[in-house]
């Protein structure tokens, strides 16, 4: 992880080129960041527990015939990754209401879906992410139509077995976000990362509000324990023998 090596460096990713192209190192960081990086702070421990529970999450939907970047993990914080060009759309998936969708129609929290909620947004910082309508989304054209729709497919096959993952572990998946790339043949492949930063995970054996959340709604609401909250995580997932 040589500091000349360095490609890219995100709000809690830093990407390091390798001597082969087509493998990238992701080092997962501390650092946290909230509402488009206007509250930072560092977790400590963080990267290291979102990358291990990142990875064995990738090889989960790997044995589920899920294709991911991920090749293996190199070290507590340090992911192995297939280079991809990443389409610059956040795809959000939700179960239940929280987070912005209560923000934005008032439904109320913890209210389940009666469908699975597919969200696109644009991953663009300067812009604040925004939520596309399906017309914006083919006015931008980051992705074809008939990638959209891989998108979209994808993202319930990932919730749905992600849900289960996580009712074994007695955790409830609330919503996530989940980011895709294209691999020099044009295949679509998962990115970035599965962890409790990007996914809202509530504890089944408490019913608090407060002492349910296992993810960086910790951190967003200054609920405390944060550590603790992801090492639970981490545990619980890594128990799942896969
Ligand atoms: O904020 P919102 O309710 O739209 O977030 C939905 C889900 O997507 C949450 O699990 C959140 O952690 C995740 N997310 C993310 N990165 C973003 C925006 C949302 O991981 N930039």
Not at 49 to 57: A, T
Request: aromatic letters at 8%.
């Amino acid at each position: 992880l040589a500091p000349d090596h360095k490609l890219y460096e995100g709000k809690a990713k830093i990407i390091y080129k390798t001597p082969d192209p087509q493998v990238l190192l992701a080092y997962f960081k501390d650092d946290a960041t909230a509402f488009n990086a206007q509250k930072k702070g560092a977790i400590v421990g963080k990267g290291a527990m979102n990358c291990q529970i990142s990875s064995h999450l990738f090889r989960y939907l790997a044995h589920q015939a899920i294709a991911s970047h991920f090749l293996a993990q190199v070290a507590a914080d340090v992911m192995q990754v297939q280079a991809v060009e990443i389409i610059p759309l956040e795809v959000v998936v939700r179960n239940r209401a929280a987070g912005s969708l209560c923000k934005q129609t008032g439904l109320e929290l913890g209210l389940v879906l009666p469908f699975p909620l597919v969200e696109f947004y644009l991953k663009d910082d300067a812009l604040g992410d925004p939520l596309l309508t399906p017309d914006r989304l083919t006015l931008l054209n980051v992705a074809s139509t008939a990638e959209i729709a891989q998108l979209r497919g994808l993202a319930l096959k990932i919730n749905s077995l992600l849900t289960h993952f996580f009712q074994d572990c007695g955790i409830t998946l609330v919503d996530f976000k989940l980011e895709f790339g294209r691999n020099p043949q044009g295949e679509i492949l998962l990115a970035d990362e599965i962890s409790p930063d990007t996914c809202r995970l509530w504890n089944q054996a408490e019913s608090d509000p407060h002492r349910r959340v296992m993810d960086k709604d910790r951190f967003r609401q200054d609920l405390g324990d944060i550590e603790a909250a992801y090492k639970s995580v981490m545990e619980r997932v890594l128990a799942q023998e896969l």
